[in-house]
């Protein structure tokens, strides 16, 4: 998979505010992904691994984490990790479904990949986030967002040249 940084520019001043902008690009790559026929699936769904890969490295090592450890919400934390394996997991049926050319069940699986997805946004933006907002003092919060800018900007793929 190659992976295009491009699609995830880091928009915002703190983590949270990164999160949020990463958010709105997953959403609209879901919406697309719901809708796509033929060989648009495998665009929009690489495009939509790529997306994942960054933001959910950028929450599995230093959002959750925070989550637990600065906000003390250790359950929050484990939730949200079991959801982003769920996903992952059905984002692998998804690919592996296109490399094997059976799509026949593509489009129910798409769409509850993006609703399980979205659902998960929705609780990191409505509970997890807001209560890391809540008990994080300004230093806290200082720290966070340079380490979020930080892994983002050492996220470089390079494709590999030919000689
Ligand atoms: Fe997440
Ligand atoms: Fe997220």
């Known amino acids: 998979m190659q992976i295009d940084?491009?699609?995830?520019?880091?928009?915002?001043n703190d983590a949270v505010e990164i999160l949020r902008n990463d958010h709105q690009v997953i959403k609209t790559l879901l919406t697309e992904l719901t809708e796509a026929v033929g060989p648009r699936r495998?665009?929009?769904?690489?495009?939509?691994?790529g997306v994942l890969t960054i933001h959910n490295a950028t929450?599995?090592?230093?959002?959750?984490?925070a989550i637990n450890k600065v906000a003390g919400s250790k359950l929050e934390a484990q939730h949200l990790y079991h959801e982003t394996a769920e996903a992952d997991t059905?984002?692998?049926?998804?690919d592996s479904m296109l490399k094997e050319?059976?799509?026949?069940?593509?489009?129910?699986?798409a769409e509850k990949f993006a609703e399980a997805v979205r659902?998960?946004?929705?609780?990191?933006?409505?509970?997890?986030?807001?209560?890391?907002?809540?008990?994080?003092?300004?230093?806290?919060?200082?720290?966070?967002a340079e380490s979020v800018k930080t892994f983002?900007?050492?996220?470089?793929?390079?494709?590999?040249s030919i000689a």
């Open 5 to 12: 940084t491009t699609l995830l520019p880091v928009r915002g």
């Open 42 to 49: 495998e665009q929009v769904l690489e495009q939509l691994k």
């Open 59 to 65: 929450e599995e090592n230093l959002v959750y984490p």
């Open 90 to 94: 059905a984002l692998f049926e998804l």
């Open 101 to 109: 050319r059976d799509e026949s069940e593509f489009g129910t699986k």
């Open 119 to 144: 659902h998960h946004i929705e609780e990191e933006e409505q509970k997890a986030f807001p209560r890391l907002q809540e008990n994080a003092d300004a230093r806290h919060s200082e720290i966070l």
């Open 152 to 160: 983002r900007k050492s996220l470089h793929f390079e494709t590999p």
